[in-house]
């Protein structure tokens, strides 16, 4: 693989990226999409470090620690999320009636 060859598939890579990002993606197709570029990009890094010279193991080595970066930078989102939604309260209390109220209420036996 030549160097314009590698320059084309990180060209490539861009436009997969946006293109599997539309306005109507959700964030969990965002988070993957973005996460998959971000180990694809250091990949190609690496490729292109390789011809340039340079250590290509580094940035194999970097490429999971830098695509947990963007679970980071979901997580909030995600959370944020999750204690957004209004608590689903139960109809019916997990107590029984006894529990409650005793054997008689209201002048009524149980």
């Known amino acids: 693989?030549?160097?314009?060859?590698i320059k084309q598939i990180m060209i490539g890579r861009i436009?997969?990226?946006f293109a599997s990002i539309s306005g109507n993606s959700s964030d969990a197709d965002c988070q993957h999409a973005l996460k998959r570029f971000q180990m694809d990009h250091y990949n190609d890094l690496a490729?292109?470090?390789f011809w340039i010279g340079c250590d290509a193991n580094v940035f194999q080595r970097e490429c999971v620690a830098a695509a947990d970066l963007v679970d980071d930078a979901f997580f909030e989102i995600m959370r944020e999320r999750e204690f957004e939604a209004p608590a689903v309260r139960p109809q019916?209390?997990?107590l029984n009636s006894r529990q409650q109220f005793g054997a008689v209420v209201e002048g009524a036996s149980l």
């Open 92 to 94: 019916y209390s997990t």
């Open 15 to 17: 436009e997969e990226l």
């Open 1 to 5: 693989m030549s160097i314009p060859d």
């Open 47 to 49: 490729s292109l470090s």
